[in-house]
């Protein structure tokens, strides 16, 4: 992976045992002694830190509400809270659950994430109480019995820069609630639940390193360590390294508009900070397969690209545009964005689902393959773009593109209903990729500067086998992106999940997905975990006329069509479905699944809670991080993205 790489630890602060205070908290339907909340630290930086509490209801009833309320010792202090309102008094503070809700579900959890300040010293609660009680839970003062050392560590997976470690699990007399990672005795990676496996990142290459487990409960005992195995890093290598460090965000050409989500706005909801690449969508390619500009009958929009003027309120830096400014639009703002997060890539994105039309006659010849990759790199990357009198188009003379994502939907199989499809797209395909790493290699050695190339691709297996030769255009990748999404909706004639991570109990097909079919179709195909980076949505789709059917929450049932939706049946972005009114909010924790039913209408959608299990499960398998589709789906606040970043960052 050639971009540059931020480090993730995490230090684990005690499960806590604290007494209870008074306080007059809402009723539960959960028991109280059931219901846990376990504290980890994140992050820390210079007079910062991050830190989440995972409240786990080990009941049989749902946790209808709840109330945390925190004491932290002096000089510590929370600066911003997502997944909670909260209410602060000198150094107490009182959590309740957000505005659209927030039921831990039976047997579940539910995490609440936060930045930090501090002075120095410590920074983990010294009290704590869930709905009046000790937040160690009925253990709570009586449990001073540690569980037993984790057995069996050992590295099930190692790369230049990440160690992924797997134990057998420990024993405890009343419950284990998660593990600490700890390399050279020092906590680097802390776990929830029951998870017996964990990726720690952020390593040198060619370096040896060792590592230990210990088993905490959540009473704040810990175990003796376990066994401790040294293991080396490989050497630095071409692909991604730490897991789930990659985390692209799709920005939409069009969203400016009914949307009205600016550039601007991944600035101020803390997003662009938290992005490591944006793929700008989409890339035109015309019937005589070049990248274009021209705003010709719908199929191009220069002026949302670099004409529309954005004034001083609706600008990154705050300075209006002129009208004889030689650029302005997106990519302008794209560029003025980079100043400020230089951390950021930003590449195009070729094709999509709509624009993917000539792509199969754009590969067909040797001949089309240089045409179009040599068009598209001189419009993008070198900036030749006529549309700027004497200044060079919007490419490297402004800094704006670091690489091309090749969206083609889909060689070898269907996609949008005009595309074209032939059976040697799989071959061409595969020439494609090759001619446009040699362009770019090319222009690298001229210009000095680094270009990333990137591939969104399908979750589906057939379409794998139908359209792309793994093994040979791996190599040529920095990383690939691979969908995550899209799995049912509103051309199935019943429900089922969009999203979900593995496969549903009950989901009679009659195709049957998930991300981990998915990833598994990539990697038994010759993909590598950390060239893989998982693609989550920021919307939802839904269905109408569902009946409860005998689960009585919607799934898997009969429907009269797609939902209505803002822009488009069936389909609708996550900040409108969170507010959505009347409807119960369901999980199927196992398959990784959230959805929102009324009695006649289900959305299946992810909330912050399912973003941070994919999160979770990228880190698990390995993977080189997330891809969102798209960020002009979340709130004003970033939310979504924030609970990733969290997710990521422990």
């Known amino acids: 992976m050639r ?34 909340v376990v504290y980890t630290e994140g992050d820390r930086w210079n007079t910062g830190y ?40 000198g150094s107490t503070y009182v959590l309740t659950p957000p505005s659209w ?40 003062e009586d449990d001073t019995t540690p569980p037993s050392a984790p057995s069996g560590l050992r590295a ?43 990726t720690v990142g952020g390593l040198s290459p060619d370096t040896e390193y060792s590592y230990s487990v210990r088993a905490y409960d959540a009473a704040g005992n810990r175990s003796a360590a376990s066994t401790p195995i040294t293991t080396r890093t490989g050497e630095q290598g071409g692909g991604p390294g730490p897991a789930a460090e990659v985390r692209v965000g799709y920005f939409t050409q069009w969203g400016i508009y009914g949307r009205d989500y600016l550039v601007q706005d991944m600035d101020r909801s803390g997003t662009a900070e938290k992005l490591t690449h944006i793929n700008y969508a989409f890339a035109n390619v015309s019937a005589d397969g070049q990248c274009f500009q021209a705003n010709q009958a719908g199929v191009g929009d220069a002026y949302a690209d670099y004409g529309r003027s954005f004034g001083a309120a609706d ?52 001949a ?20 700027i009198d004497g200044a060079g188009g919007p490419g490297s003379a402004y800094g704006i593109f670091d690489g091309i994502d090749l969206d083609w939907e889909w060689p070898g199989s269907e996609g949008h209903e005009h595309n074209t499809v032939r059976p040697e797209d799989k071959e061409n395909f595969t020439a494609l990729v090759q001619e446009f790493r040699d362009q770019l290699d090319a222009l690298e050695a001229e210009t000095g500067r680094t270009f990333e190339l990137t591939s969104f691709m399908p979750a589906d297996p057939e379409k794998i086998d139908a359209g792309y030769e793994v093994a040979e255009i791996m190599p040529n990748f920095d990383f690939v992106t691979v969908q995550g999404y899209d799995f049912h909706g509103g051309w199935d004639s019943a429900t089922g999940h969009q999203s979900n991570l593995r496969l549903a109990e009950g989901d009679p097909g009659p195709r049957l ?63 409108k479905l969170k507010n959505l009114q009347g409807y119960e909010l369901y999980r199927d924790d196992a398959a990784g699944a959230a959805w929102l039913y009324n009695g006649d209408t289900l959305w299946t959608y992810d909330d912050e809670t399912s973003m941070a299990q ?34 990521l960052d422990n």
């Open 513 to 575: 997905f998930s991300s981990e079919i998915a990833v598994d179709a990539w990697i038994e195909r010759g993909a590598k975990a950390e060239d893989l980076v998982l693609g989550v949505p920021f919307y939802g789709r839904g269905w109408r006329g569902v009946s409860a059917g005998p689960a009585g929450d919607g799934m898997f049932q009969p429907a009269s069509g797609p939902a209505p939706g803002t822009y488009e049946a069936g389909i609708e972005d996550w900040k």
């Open 315 to 366: 600008s990154v830096d705050g300075v209006g545009d002129t009208w004889d400014q030689a650029l302005r639009g997106n990519f302008n703002q794209l560029r003025e964005l980079k100043e400020k997060h230089p951390h950021l890539k930003v590449n195009i994105s070729i094709g999509g689902w709509t624009w993917s039309r000539h792509l199969s006659d754009a590969a067909l010849t040797d």
């Open 3 to 36: 971009s540059p790489r931020k480090r993730w630890l995490v230090a684990a602060a005690a499960a806590l045992l604290a007494l209870p205070t008074t306080l007059t908290a809402a009723p539960a339907a959960a028991a109280p002694s059931d219901v846990t």
């Open 368 to 387: 089309s393959r240089e045409r179009v990759v040599r068009s598209c790199i001189d419009m993008y990357l070198r900036g030749n773009l006529p549309v």
């Open 614 to 647: 994919k999160a979770d499960w990228a880190q698990e398998r390995g993977l080189g991080g997330v891809m969102v589709w798209s960020v002009d789906g979340d709130d004003a606040q970033g939310s979504l993205m924030a609970a990733l970043d969290q997710a």
């Open 50 to 89: 991050s830190g989440q509490f995972t409240i786990a209801n080990a009941s049989s009833a749902p946790l209808t509400d709840w109330t945390i309320e925190f004491t932290l010792p002096a000089g510590a202090s929370v600066t911003s809270l997502w997944n909670a309102t909260m209410r602060r008094s």
């Open 156 to 198: 099930t997976d190692v790369t230049s820069t990440s160690v992924t470690l797997s134990w057998n699990a420990a024993q405890d007399n009343v419950g284990v609630a998660g593990y600490e990672v700890l390399q050279g005795g020092e906590v680097v990676r802390s776990t929830v639940g029951t998870a017996t496996t964990a």
């Open 101 to 140: 809700g927030a039921p831990v579900p039976a047997g579940g959890s539910y995490g609440i994430g936060f930045n930090g300040a501090f002075s120095g010293g410590e920074t983990a609660p010294v009290t704590c109480t869930i709905n009046g009680a000790p937040c160690a839970g009925g253990a709570g």
